[in-house]
């Protein structure tokens, strides 16, 4: 009987990873419909730039240990609260980094947080 139940708990795994991508990917197809007919609420407010990279580092804690690829994430320098919608950037540092660790055979994946040199914007390298 163990060697079935290992079986069936295999393929309910594999059952809901498949939903979970399907759920990303309409997810992903709703919120590009939104932005192509300019209807995607943004709610701009000020926000904690690095309070935002490491809540997602965390999320993306166990695919990436499970991938074996280490997750990092690096603030350069004094990052200030930024104006922005803290859904939409956690949203597109999920998407970003997720990929990241999806394709990384081996080593590690590092999310970099600085400002540009007129530090006018902030600029991610992953």
Same mark, same amino acid.
């Given at each position: 009987?163990? !060697?079935?139940?290992?079986?069936?708990?295999? /393929?309910? %795994?594999?059952?809901?990873?498949?939903?979970?991508?399907? /759920?990303?990917? &309409?997810?992903?197809?709703?919120?590009? %419909?939104? @932005?192509?007919?300019?209807? $995607?609420? &943004? *709610?701009?407010? +000020?926000?904690?730039?690095?309070?935002?990279? *490491?809540?997602?580092?965390?999320? @993306?804690?166990?695919?990436? *240990?499970?991938?074996?690829?280490?997750?990092? !994430?690096?603030?350069?320098?004094?990052? +200030?609260?930024?104006? !922005?919608? !803290?859904?939409?950037?956690?949203? $597109?540092? @999920? /998407? &970003? =980094?997720? %990929?990241?660790?999806?394709?990384?055979?081996?080593?590690?994946? *590092?999310?970099?947080?600085? @400002?540009?040199?007129? /530090?006018?914007? =902030? &600029?991610?390298?992953?």
């Amino acid at each position: 009987c163990g !060697a079935i139940a290992d079986k069936v708990r295999e /393929h309910l %795994n594999t059952i809901k990873q498949s939903g979970q991508r399907l /759920h990303s990917l &309409v997810n992903d197809i709703l919120d590009a %419909n939104s @932005l192509k007919n300019k209807s $995607m609420q &943004v *709610t701009e407010q +000020p926000i904690d730039i690095g309070k935002v990279c *490491t809540d997602v580092a965390e999320t @993306l804690l166990k695919q990436g *240990t499970k991938a074996g690829v280490e997750l990092r !994430a690096n603030m350069e320098g004094a990052i +200030p609260e930024v104006l !922005a919608d !803290a859904v939409n950037v956690k949203k $597109m540092l @999920l /998407h &970003v =980094l997720g %990929n990241a660790i999806k394709f990384t055979e081996e080593g590690s994946v *590092t999310l970099t947080v600085k @400002l540009d040199r007129d /530090h006018r914007r =902030l &600029v991610y390298v992953v």
